[in-house]
């Protein structure tokens, strides 16, 4: 297992010491801090029965549980099955995808319940949780899951972690200024997942600029089962997306419609998806590259609007643009960001997150522009965009305008705060490998003996076999 | 990756202009129709707040949105993983499998959102749409992943494009049929479903018969981990069969019963299935294919009956008999169909859907008109068979019949309607590949270089490696 | 395929009319049985429109079908896909994992239906099943699952269905003791399931001790993609066992607090089960057996404890735990078990269900011990114990006492209930493999001829080719 390399780029990749001091330390500092601030809320506490007769709730029913635990367990399948498997489309790195995946999400969901508890569910000096706080972390972890697809293949799990840390606060602080201060809408997170998410890990990418990184280029592709493998990521991604835009909408219609015109968008960005995928590859051969990731895209940029009166056809003209517009992306802007800006985007989270989470927000803010009492009723129109308390005269031009600026501040928190983790992620303290050593999971992970040796030698016949 | 082929037989397998075509002329036609025809049903609807109050709901959790939605994203992941993977255990054909599968489920449900919608959620001019025709639509899309299964790796996407285009037409008009004129029950779609898409996908492949598909026969096999790949298929069909059963079935009891009986049926299959595969062959040994297919007779044989008063120990006789014609089906008649009849059916759709889903149709129909008030109750037997209106003077055992004249109309239906598309898709336009070249996903995907030469070398050592 | 076996050791595993026997004779006695037997609870009846009435129930809504169904198929999936993909981490034994996991699991829920319901469900000579059935059977086999893990790649699959036909029986007497005549809580199973089914199946992995079992080292690991399969089966495991903890919880807040509990604990496993990987080996790589298994130790422990006001911080300690104590399980207990003690766990269900499953007896008792009024609310405290009836007098620190009694009956029973059955399976009439043959599925299994032969050779380089 153990080869020469190179003397110049010899790299500490030593994990021992310092990646078990990491995840022991954090996990303390969570526990400590679950203790001090985190309880249930009324819904998920014993105390419950009392309330319920206070609240004149007529059954257990009306528990937020069973609004709303069939599409948490959809999205926890969506990031954990969904973004750890698509990344396995990596000849060598199937490990590393799955499994690094996994360990930032689960301290990232542990942070994420703290910070937007602090923001959100703080009450008498405690933060109250229930399914959806439960919900919205998995959220928040999901932009982070976004930019790790940019870096996949050349950090170390520490840095992961770290950047897991500093990205889950600043999503909240940037999901507190949309939200709340501007009072904006973003029920399926266009803006401040997938926008900020994607632009976060694409300013990051940037900043660790790996000008060598061709010497690992053998490794960069697929085989053919490790694509079957990110299939399963890409097909649960899919087909749980209409449960993510519509999973902490309003109870009743605005989740029903949501989940609607998700279905419709995703299904037209499947064929344009594959058109194009035809169409810009001279021999007119579909690429399992945009099979996997582009065929996505719409679900991402109905995430704002899906709860408002998008309609189906506006979904699927939604859907329909997206699809074209993320196949192009990977056939000719990834290059390019590449070569000319230096943005090396591994998973083309260009493509599938930052371009259409722009469109998703622009998208949100057309429709919320275009809202009427007429389309809406008097009593669905205000309950669409809570325009109640402070927001009782806010028009839906208005509204729309605030939307445009959600996406701008989104984009502005990602450059800078992708910035700022960069720097801090350029250090030289971390264990992230050499350029030749990236997208491989040997440096890492044990792995399996044989089949590593096989493969490592039906690859590089010329190099002398290991002992 | 090119390969000389030879002369006589080369066809134009090129897509790069036909394939795109087709996807945006469809996808814009799509957009247009539901501009001009689809919209939200009212539970999906901003104005439902006005509606519901004047309809006395006490509450959201009346919105049909939570009896069904769980159902529905567990018969999505059928559709979609369920016979995407299922498909994969083909050596070489995995992407086509999964990515093809993909593409025509995405049109298809589309289009089955119009045609089931001008058939049944026809109002003022508008169709209108909820969680149940998303799942209906799926259901459409179901019966065209069956008939795939018969012809998969023998034919390019455009014609699967076309046969989904028809098949989802004339499934909507079986089913306006059944259900409408004839008042069948038909909630599993034992016969609308499976009955009719496995004939009609029967006589396409008679009609496309391939004399030279030996040719490709060293393709026709499974590999050790594609086989495990088709098992994820396998087990999600076989687990999510009780949601698919009682997806559509009225609120309440008859859900509850239809999941039961659905869930013992598929229990007692996985052992007479595993009992005939160990029998059939001379070293006593399982054979993967049996316990990926026939496992599932089960559900598709209690599809009418299910939410009837079917009863557990009947639903595990019916599973008992399915798994035994299931896998005698694979052991015997799929080599005695292609042999002999010509039909060359590559998943053994005949034993899985076809033969299980007559049996499915007859148990309704015995089931049907066996039924009493004294096993219904007063209210339940009038609400199971929808015995209202101008039916309230139908009797159990007329039901019975026109429960077997379903099965006929199915398949005639499903043969006029096969023989039709399988002459269309017999032009000579569509570009599906040469018999030498079938199973194969080279010709329609760009496949990693490495994997699939080596791959292609193990298999064909006599060969001269390609530079 | 065949190959030269050693003479002495050459055992005959011919299952051609062995297994077919008693899958066949089975479940034709199950059919007697559940015709004898078996009916549906009222709310799956067609009755239940009248009782519904009486009942002043106000909507289909109410129907325990929607407070469970969600979470029931959840708990299908883990115990189908989950435990049978976890076990495929084998380079040859994928087919048996998943396969014989789908047989035992298909005959054991219709055999714990009958077993459950005589117990449970048993009103005037009739066992009335619904979901929360459906759940309990799913629950019962999950405790055989466990039990495969520690003889996997060892037995025949007729061992396997006799251990399931005793395992399931002692299951059910062994549940009857701890929740009807000890009045225990143990909604999430961590003694009756984890702890009952890992210690039984430590107990017959012992007595069936095979002194020669390194004749198949060579097969005993997994390689590259086998690995990721096996991922597929632990996030499934780990993103459903909140659904699997709360699944026959009380309704409202007792669900609603389970899944959240289980969700911090396993989050917080996650990350000392890394931490711990990657400390315990000289050069600080991660090991993917850990994270396969040691990440879903806090979901076991936390199976009587989720439901009670545990709180999320209570949640993320036991977490913590688990992870460590398991996965130094995996690298210091397992080698000693099979060392000293003659245990050959081949899952290590040692580390992932035994311990954990211990700690949650206690987590349990202990939590129960330290209720008060105070913490649960009047209603709550009553509710969550069931504190009626003849149990309206026991105080929390007698129920905390007869928690810890609950853990000794469990063990008791899977003691002296392993060596009954293991006895039984040491008879040598069941068709198990020599030790050479160990872990190869080829000994039960068609495998697909040219992938096994590479494979073969690969590994056994030195061995000539079959022809």
Known sequence: MERPRHQGMAKNTYMRWRLPLVCLLWEVAMIVLFGVFVRFSPEADAHWEEEKREMNLTSDMENDFYFRYPSFQDVHVMIFVGFGFLMTFLKRYGFGAVGFNFLLAAFGIQWALLMQGWFHSFKSGKILIGVENLINADFCVGSVCIAFGAILGKTSPIQLLVMTLFQVTLFAVNEYILLNLLHVKDAGGSMTIHTFGAYFGLTVTRILYRPNLEQSKD???????????????????????PSFNSAISDHGDAQHRAAINTYCSLAACVLTTMAFSSMLQKKGKLDMVHIQNATLAGGVAVGTSAEMMLTPYG?????FICGI????????????????????????????????????GIVGAITAAAATEDVYGKEGFIKAFDFTGVYQTRTPSVQGGFQAAGIVVSLLMAFAGGALVGAILKLPVWGDAAAENCFEDDIYWEVPEDEESDAYHMHNPDKPASP
Chains 1, 2, 3 share one sequence.
Not at 219 to 241: E, R
Request: overall charge negative; charged content about 10%.
């Open 219 to 241: 490794k960069q592709g697929s085989v053919y089962h490790s694509d079957l493998f990110a299939m399963i990521g890409t097909l649960y991604l899919w087909m749980y997306w």
């Open 315 to 319: 979904s699927l003209i939604v859907g």
């Open 325 to 360: 517009v993320s196949t192009v992306g990977y056939v000719y802007f990834t290059p390019f960001l590449e070569s000319r800006l230096h943005i090396q985007d591994t998973c083309g989270i260009h493509n599938l997150h930052a371009m259409p989470g722009l469109i998703g």
